[in-house]
Every structure is written in structure tokens, then in C-alpha cells.
């Protein structure tokens, strides 16, 4: 008779050889597959983490990255459900620059709508029932590749209708181990030496109730489950007894026993199968089971979710174990079936009715809560760019304690940003790491995907619990110069204090939760190591330090004040520029790139800084013993710069920070492989930047320096962006503040044009200039490259032209460290101190120069006409003759306005049809013009008169939108050039430098006036009613 093979060596070779097939070559698909046809759960991707997010609502995101066609492009997975669970369970955590490999089976793909950037792909993944992931290259482990199968994990769990598998004997169990022997970790000091003799040499029978275990013992059994690959292990023999041994056999139950059997299994906290079938509960202790003074770690690992199990109450029953996250006790207590579980207790409402809110129960945005919890970071105070103080604190409690690492970094437990307004005492920043913080009246709001706590001035109050001390305390108060409370609305208001004492219960919290840290810090510094099996892969296992995490190079694009640990990193990079910051603080400012770009980094604007690098510039400063090598480091050179801190800037900006002198040179030679890749990275840059920015960049010059037909590159100010019905173009008006005869100022009747005649450069933008140039305002400055300036068809001196695809306008901060912006900066300064009072226009303000003689012939005066003064002083009509010295606008094409017919208003020139009457096909769009005419008589009085397409000048001319028909421009310009005389050549002259004498006709104008309100005065507009030759 042929013996049967054992029933767990068919298991495993089914398993390994489902885990391998699931990785094969031949499986891998591309994310273009996915897109195109949904997944059958076969086949897995290659990708790498970019970006990983707090888990948030039980959901864990992560963004990474794949490659298609040869670009890396980006998209979300996110793992829910329980992937999400046996994540934070077994405290495995995704890193950037992680490459895995994504199994498709159990994946949700949902497709998105394309995006318009480049760099992401409209699709997302979601893993929910189970996953398994392939660890090619990671942080933790480095290029030592692990799987994560959690469809096994699930596959072990106790099956309610399926017989439990074959029990082997205690010789094979522990003879033949299935894993590579686990290095056990320092064992922590549990009291469990004290045991009942009569149970130490009795072994653990089937029927055996479970028992509440000295350390977590549901852990316990999921750590079996993996070691014996769902099977349940028994227990070893007692001491003394023999290994040899075969345990009792066991009894044939009936089928209620073994399914309140399979129920006692479920049940680990200490409540017999008896009690569950009957609904009753056991009066006594249950005696714990045989252990073994050499059990190793892993069958007894101290979780360090633990702390978050203790039992915390505020009333005078509260509990306080003497070790707070282990049971100190031999004899476990026993709870009921009805009982909640410990960590949901965690929280109280105090004597008079307040309550406060367990950590990890703050799920919810926009509520106000109270919370207590102990401090693990505090930032001192200081002020926003509001102008009101602010600190920014971190807290935990046992209910969030399992998502906070060994080294507490920054980014971790419960983040509150506290505000208050004038006084910076009454803030909590006095918080010292262990202290514990009670506050009331705080908010819950979102940032970046997790919640956080909002402290608000006038809103939050707060005070702090001493554990050494054992007493509560606001920090070092000056009552003399800092109240206590302060009415609101510069004290005429409600009075408000932020500072509040606690009652009697809150503090019986806070000494319990001290008594929890206290316990925390003891078992952090005693675990040397925790083991956690992850599978049945060949006996492969992953290892956490309890220490802090190994240091990585990174490249600025990864480069973030959270990332672990605790935003230290190393890198390699080019050297861009250095400065010695002032103040004598001896500190070094040093701008470096590896070519990767950082959407968090300011964007570097300088002589020396590339404008399509301005991204990927990265502000190291260099303090105490790194400063020194700061000067020494050459420009253009390369360097491998270690222990290199990421931080955030008071602008909000990311920065970088160095203050030991790890830094090293290292040569294009060298065989370094992150060199190399920055070369490469240089290599395409350089290539794509000509790409982008054209083989030539013409050389920067002022605008009283251009001339026509010429190509130049500036430096100027924004002062009116005019984006209206120019079809796909755009206009803006813009200045350096030097002044050129060729520049003759387009709108002098706007404000924005006061005291800058011959200063203002009209540029028209084109193709993708135009939607860049619209979204730029005025005040703002700006990079104009490669301008081309030609003489305008209207002849109104020089106008700028700017076209095509490439990036031709980069708009500069005021801050900049250009030279070319500092001395715009200074001539804006010299001019606002020469400038008068600017003070908005209704009329024609140009400098035009008056003849020095009148004319010699003077005309007939058949018409009653009177002086420019008299007509202003007398009816509503007269008549004056005189001649045309000046128009305005001085673009022909600005004299058209558009119309709405249907209610009667001018379209702005942002719009092409009236939005108010929703004039999608133009259908109420009508075209008038309108050009100011300056008139002088004999006595050379002046006069600015209106003249519309009503009039006889303009009545016989077509109608028509003068931005897009030049035939209506020459039209207009051939029916006014009879009364402007020698005005065109006058204008001419004005863009050469040169004066020349105006030589106008005389006509008979009749005028009319019109009263309108301005403010609380009325002024008065006078329109050309008609037009005669003198004879």
C-alpha cells in the first residue's frame, strides 16, 4: 500500500508555481493595453512609486509611473478594502522611486478623460478584495526583490463550511521548517516567568478554551497562519516532555461541537465555545496556556498597535496598566462578547459635557471637535504671510499610533495649525515633545488629502498637561505685557481668552495617556527588531528597523520635507551659482540642478539661470561647517552632496539645507551611475531647449535703443493687456521706462498711458503668443523675446510683432535677480518721482506742438463763427473756424467699436458679441467708429471734438471691423486725409526725432455740446455735427 503524500507539499508546489507564472515575462502588459480593453486579471504591469499619500477613509493612493513610448507618464492606484488593512496591519509602506510589479488580478481599471498634460495617463487602478505586488527595487530592501500576495493571506482564513485542513505532528512542524530561520528580535520584558504549574506540563487539549494571550494574540495567530500555511499549529510541549511525542488523538466531535469548535477559533479574546453557543459568559479566569521561557519573537512580537488597545478613561474607575501596550498580568481578564473593543473607548466626555474625539475618528472635514493627544512636534511661532502668529504642532493618542514611525518624522500623527492674532503667547508652541495638549473648539480640514486640525484666532482654546510635573500650565506668561483676555474688535468686542483649565476628569485622561507614552517610549527603546512574514515565497521575509531609515539618493524631483527619513536625502547635481547671503550670517546660498524638474521649487528668474530651467533649480543653503566649501564649489561643475535636508521656505516654496561638509567633486570621468544619468538628463535638455527656444535669442537692448525692422530682446513692465476682438491675437501695451521718438503712445487718453509719451511699445502677439499674452496683467513683468518691430500701416510710429509657437514671453517676479530687472525697477522709481499727479483723462492730453506764427492768409469768414472760448461759454451750437492739430487714437484701427443692438450697449473689447444677450452667432453685433479730433482757431484756443461714423466726415465710409479689413482702414485714412493736412508726415517726423510745422487746412466746424455727470460735477462733450470749406 503506497503511503499518501503529505498534504501540505501538494499545496506548496501548486502556490510557488501560481506566484511565478503570475510575474512571467511573457505576462507583462503596457498601460496602452488597459486603455484600450479591459483587464481579464492576467498579467501585471512594471511601474515605479512617484507619489504616495496618507491613508485617508481606509483608501491608500499612490501615483506612479510607466513608460510609453519612450516618456514616462503617470497615473493612480489605489488600494482599498482589505489591501488597505494588511497594509497598515503589517506596516508595509510604498516609497518613491519604488519599482514594482502591479499583478492585474483583482484590478479595477477606470478609464478618464484625457488630460492636457503631457505627463499623465487617463486611467487609474483599484485594487479592493486582494492584490499582489513584486518588489523589483525599493528603499527598504534594495534590489532584493519580495512579493506581497495578499489572495494568499486570504485564501488561509478559516472557512466557516470547510473542514480544517490536516493537523501534522508536532516532529514535522517544527523538524522540517518551511522558512529561512527568523532572526528573533530582543525580547521585551512581558512578566509572563509566573505560570500555574498545573497547566505548564499539561499540554493544550483540542477542547481547550482560548484564552486572552499575555501579548496580542490575535497577531499571534495570523503569524502562525503564515508559518504553517493555514494550518493550525499546536502548541510545543511542555517543558521536560519529549519532541518525539505524538499529541493525544483526537476525539470524533459531532457537528455542533466542531462548529462551536470553529467558533472558539474566531473568538480569541478569552470566551469559550460553551459561552458563544450558549450566549453565556464564563464567571472565571481562563487559565492561560503552556508557554516556553525560549519561544522565539515571532510567535509573541510586541505589535506596536498595541498602545492603541489600552484601556483610557477619564472617569475615577479608569484603568491604568503598569506597562501600558503589554499585559503585565499572568491572569488575563475577561470580556464580554457585547464589549467594544479598547481602542473605540479611547476619547471621554468631561465633567460638564464636552467631548473629546479619539484621533482617528477625525475623518470628517468642516467640524469642530476637542481633542487631547500627546506631542510629538512643535514648531515654534511664528508669523504668516497674513500677518497673524501661527505654529504648527503634531499629536497621537493610541487610536492613530500605528501609522506613526520609529523616528516620529514630521509629517506624521495629528497635524493642527494654530492661529492667533497679536499676541504669540497664546499660542501652544510652549508644547514640549511627550507633554500632553488638550484643545478645545478645533476645526477639521483637508490638505493634500488628509485630514487636519485647524486651531482659528478668536476660536481655539487650549492648555498643556506636564507628565513631570504632573500639573497643567500656558506657557511662560508676562501678564504685563501679554493679557490674559482681550475683548474682540480691538477690545470694544466680546471678551476672549485662549487659555482654559481643565476639570478633574480631563486631567485623569491626561495622566493615563502619559502613563500610555510612557509605555510607548519604553518598548521603542527596547525593540531592536520586529519580523514580519509577508509570504510563502521560498521563506522570504522583510525585516523594519526600528531605527531610523537608511538615507537615499534622490533626485530634486523626488525631493519633498516629508519624504523618510524626515526629508534627508543625497544627491548629485550640477552647480549653477553661489552667493554669500547678507546680514553677516555667514550663511551660503548655492543653486544647483540635476535636471529634473520640481513643481514645489520657486521659479529661479537670474542672468545665469536658463528660463526653461527655472523649475529645476534647487536652493540649497549651506550653514556652519558646509558654508565654508560653498565658495569653492565652481560653476558648471558636478558634485555628490550627502546628508542634504529638504524644507519649506517662508514663502511656502521648497528649499533645500546642508550644514556638514559632505560634499565631494566628482568628474565626467568618473564611473559614477548617477552621474551618468545626469549627463544623459543634460544631454536631452540641451537638445529639446533648441528645439523649444530657436537657434538664436537676439540680444537684450532698451526700447530707446530699437529701431525699424530690427529684433531684439526686453525687459518690461505690463501696462494694459488688451485681448478683445482682434480675432486669435492680442495686444499689450508695455514700457521700460526709457524714452523713444519712434513711440508714440497708442491710448493717451488711458490712465495706465499718463506722462509716457514716446515710452510705450504696442506689441501685437500671435499664434501661441496670444493665449500667453492674455493671461498676463497689468503691472506685471515680464521677458519679451525676439520682438520684431516694423513702422504700423496707420503710421504711427513703430509697433511691436511676436509670434509663433515657442516660449518667447517669461514672466519675472519682482524680486528677481536679473540685472535687467533691477534697473527697470530703478528707472520706474526715477520716473514715479519726476511723473505729476496722474490723474485719469476724459480728453485728448498728447504734447503736440503749436505753430509759432499763424497762418499768413487768413481765411473767409462767410459763417458766423466765434473763438474756441466764446462757442464753450455760450449755446449748444456754434461755429468756429479752425483746423485739425492732432487725433486720437492714433491706431486707425482703434476707431471701430462694437454694438450690441439688442440692449443698446458697447461690447467690451474683451468680447466679440454681447455675453449679456448671450449673442452666440453675432446676430445683435454692430460696428460704429469714433475718433477725437483736436481743433485750434486763430486765437490758438483748442478743442477736442468727437466725431462718429454719424458725421460727414465718416458718414460715406463702410462700416466694418477695422482689426480685420485693411481695405476699411485705407478707406477711413483716404476720407480723413484732406483735413489732416500734413498731419500723417507730422507724425513721421515725431517717430524720427525730428519737429516738423504743422500745415492743416482751415474748415467751418459746427459744434455741438452735450452735459454729462461726473461724479458730483457734470462736465461737458462736444460732438462734430458738420464740416464746411471756407470759400
Known amino acids: 500500500m503506497k503511503r499518501a503524500v503529505p498534504y501540505e507539499d501538494t499545496r506548496i508546489a501548486k502556490k510557488a508555481r501560481i506566484s511565478e507564472d503570475a510575474f512571467d515575462e511573457a505576462l507583462e502588459c503596457s498601460v496602452q493595453d488597459l486603455y484600450r480593453s479591459d483587464t481579464d486579471g492576467t498579467g501585471f504591469l512594471r511601474a515605479k512609486v512617484f507619489m504616495i499619500w496618507p491613508t485617508v477613509n481606509g483608501q491608500l493612493r499612490i501615483q506612479v509611473r510607466v513608460v510609453v513610448d519612450s516618456k514616462q507618464v503617470g497615473f493612480e492606484v489605489t488600494f482599498s478594502g482589505q489591501c488597505a488593512e494588511y497594509f497598515s496591519r503589517e506596516h508595509l509602506h510604498f516609497h518613491s522611486t519604488d519599482e514594482v510589479l502591479l499583478s492585474l488580478r483583482g484590478a479595477e481599471v477606470q478609464k478618464k478623460k484625457p488630460s492636457t498634460s503631457p505627463t499623465t495617463f487617463p486611467i487609474s487602478l483599484r485594487y479592493a478584495e486582494g492584490t499582489m505586488i513584486k518588489f523589483i527595487k525599493t528603499v527598504r530592501w534594495g534590489d532584493e526583490e519580495r512579493v506581497v500576495d495578499t489572495w494568499k493571506l486570504k485564501a488561509e482564513e478559516p472557512d466557516w463550511f470547510k473542514s480544517p485542513s490536516p493537523v501534522d505532528d508536532v516532529n514535522e512542524v517544527i523538524s522540517k521548517p518551511e522558512f529561512k530561520p527568523i532572526v528573533p528580535r530582543k525580547r521585551v520584558d512581558t512578566h509572563i516567568s509566573s505560570r500555574t504549574p498545573s497547566n505548564e506540563h499539561s499540554p493544550v487539549g483540542r477542547h481547550s478554551p482560548p484564552s486572552k494571550a499575555v501579548v496580542d494574540r490575535s497577531d499571534d495567530a495570523q503569524d502562525a497562519h503564515k508559518l504553517q500555511k493555514g494550518k493550525r499549529a499546536p502548541s510545543p510541549p511542555a517543558q521536560g516532555s519529549s519532541t518525539r511525542e505524538r499529541p493525544p488523538r483526537a476525539v470524533k466531535m459531532s457537528k455542533r461541537q466542531k462548529k462551536v469548535d470553529r467558533l472558539a477559533q474566531k473568538h480569541p479574546n478569552g470566551v469559550s465555545a460553551k459561552e458563544i453557543a450558549d450566549g453565556t459568559r464564563a464567571e472565571e479566569p481562563i487559565p492561560n496556556p503552556p508557554t516556553r521561557d525560549d519561544t522565539p519573537a515571532t510567535c509573541g512580537s510586541v505589535r506596536h498597535e498595541e498602545p492603541g488597545k489600552v484601556d483610557i478613561q477619564a472617569t475615577n474607575g479608569s484603568k491604568h496598566p503598569e506597562e501600558p501596550g503589554l499585559n503585565t498580568s499572568a491572569t488575563p481578564t475577561v470580556e464580554s462578547a457585547s464589549t467594544k473593543p479598547p481602542e473605540l473607548r479611547v476619547g471621554f466626555t468631561n465633567d460638564v459635557g464636552d467631548k473629546f474625539s479619539p484621533l482617528a475618528d477625525l475623518k470628517q472635514v468642516g467640524v469642530f471637535c476637542n481633542v487631547v493627544g500627546v506631542v510629538v512636534r512643535c514648531t515654534p511661532a511664528e508669523k504668516s504671510r497674513k500677518g497673524d502668529f501661527t505654529c504648527t504642532i503634531s499629536i497621537v493618542d493610541p487610536t492613530c499610533y500605528s501609522t506613526i514611525s520609529y523616528d516620529l518624522a514630521p509629517s506624521e500623527g495629528f497635524i493642527i495649525t494654530c492661529f492667533t492674532g497679536r499676541y504669540k503667547e497664546w499660542l501652544p508652541a510652549a508644547a514640549q515633545r511627550g507633554d500632553i495638549l488638550i484643545l478645545y473648539g478645533l476645526k477639521t480640514s483637508e490638505w493634500n488629502g488628509s485630514v487636519r486640525g485647524t486651531g482659528f484666532k478668536n476660536r481655539l482654546k487650549w492648555t498643556i498637561y506636564s507628565p513631570a510635573s504632573q500639573t497643567t500650565h500656558h506657557g511662560h506668561l508676562d501678564t504685563s505685557v501679554v493679557p490674559l483676555s482681550e475683548g ?544
Open 488 to 1031: 474682540a474688535d480691538g477690545g470694544f468686542g466680546l471678551a476672549f481668552t485662549p487659555f482654559r483649565s481643565p476639570t478633574a476628569a480631563e486631567i485623569a485622561y491626561c495622566k493615563g495617556l502619559s502613563h500610555w507614552w510612557e509605555g510607548v517610549v519604553k518598548s521603542r527603546e527596547e525593540a531592536q527588531k520586529e519580523v514580519t512574514v509577508i509570504g510563502n515565497y521560498g521563506g522570504e521575509i522583510y525585516q523594519r528597523p526600528t531605527q531610523r531609515w537608511s538615507r537615499v539618493h534622490r533626485l530634486i524631483s523626488d525631493a519633498h520635507p516629508d519624504a523618510p527619513p524626515s526629508g534627508y536625502f543625497d544627491c548629485t547635481v550640477e552647480v549653477l551659482y553661489g552667493i554669500l547671503n547678507d546680514g553677516g550670517s555667514g550663511v551660503y546660498s548655492l543653486f544647483v540642478t540635476d535636471y529634473t524638474a520640481n513643481p514645489a521649487m520657486y521659479p529661479v528668474q537670474a542672468d545665469w539661470a536658463p528660463s526653461d530651467l527655472m523649475d529645476s533649480i534647487l536652493k540649497i543653503e549651506m550653514w556652519d561647517n558646509a558654508a565654508p566649501m560653498g565658495p569653492t564649489m565652481e560653476q558648471g561643475q558636478y558634485y555628490s552632496m550627502k546628508n542634504v535636508r529638504a524644507k519649506v521656505n517662508n514663502a511656502g516654496y521648497l528649499e533645500a539645507k546642508i550644514v556638514e561638509p559632505k560634499i565631494s567633486h566628482v568628474g565626467e570621468g568618473e564611473d559614477d551611475m548617477h552621474l551618468k544619468a545626469l549627463l544623459e538628463r543634460k544631454k536631452a535638455w540641451q537638445q529639446n531647449s533648441s528645439s523649444t527656444d530657436g537657434t538664436r535669442v537676439y540680444p537684450h537692448q532698451l526700447l530707446r535703443d530699437i529701431q525699424d525692422g530690427q529684433r531684439f530682446t526686453c525687459t518690461v513692465e505690463v501696462l494694459y493687456v488688451d485681448s478683445g476682438a482682434h480675432g486669435a491675437n492680442a495686444f499689450i501695451y508695455v514700457t521700460d521706462y526709457t524714452l523713444n521718438p519712434m513711440l508714440t503712445s497708442s491710448h493717451p487718453l488711458e490712465a495706465w498711458a499718463s506722462d509716457l509719451e514716446g515710452q510705450v511699445l504696442k506689441v501685437q502677439l500671435s499664434d501661441g503668443q496670444a493665449a500667453t499674452g492674455k493671461r498676463l496683467e497689468a503691472g506685471s513683468f515680464c521677458q519679451l523675446r525676439n520682438v520684431r518691430v516694423k513702422s504700423s500701416y496707420a503710421t504711427d510710429g513703430i509697433r511691436g510683432y511676436l509670434g509663433g509657437e515657442q516660449r518667447l514671453i517669461m514672466k519675472l517676479q519682482r524680486e528677481s535677480e536679473s540685472d535687467d530687472m533691477k534697473s527697470l525697477l530703478t528707472r520706474k522709481d526715477a520716473w514715479s518721482g519726476q511723473s505729476s499727479t496722474i490723474v485719469t483723462k476724459l480728453l485728448l492730453t498728447t504734447n503736440v506742438p503749436t505753430p509759432l506764427s499763424p497762418p499768413n492768409l487768413a481765411p473767409s469768414r462767410r459763417k458766423p463763427y466765434v473763438s474756441i472760448e466764446k462757442g464753450k461759454a455760450g449755446s449748444s451750437d456754434f461755429y468756429v473756424l479752425g483746423r485739425v492739430i492732432d487725433f486720437w487714437p492714433s491706431d486707425v484701427e482703434d476707431f471701430v467699436l462694437l454694438y450690441c443692438s439688442n440692449c443698446r450697449t458697447n461690447i467690451p473689447k474683451s468680447q466679440k458679441a454681447c455675453l449679456e444677450c448671450v449673442d452666440m452667432d453675432h446676430e445683435f453685433v454692430q460696428f460704429h467708429y469714433r475718433v477725437f479730433l483736436r481743433l485750434q482757431d486763430e486765437d490758438g484756443g483748442t478743442l477736442d471734438v468727437i466725431v462718429t461714423h454719424k458725421s460727414p466726415l465718416l458718414s460715406q465710409v463702410k462700416l466694418a471691423d477695422l482689426h480685420e479689413d485693411a481695405s476699411a482702414v485705407k478707406s477711413v485714412i483716404d476720407r480723413l486725409a484732406p483735413y489732416f493736412g500734413n498731419l500723417l508726415q507730422v507724425h513721421d517726423s515725431w517717430t524720427k526725432g525730428m519737429r516738423l510745422v504743422i500745415d492743416t487746412p482751415y474748415f467751418y466746424w459746427k459744434i455741438t455740446s452735450r452735459e454729462l455727470p461726473l461724479n458730483d460735477s457734470s462736465t461737458f462733450v462736444y460732438y462734430l455735427i458738420d464740416v464746411n470749406e471756407c470759400t
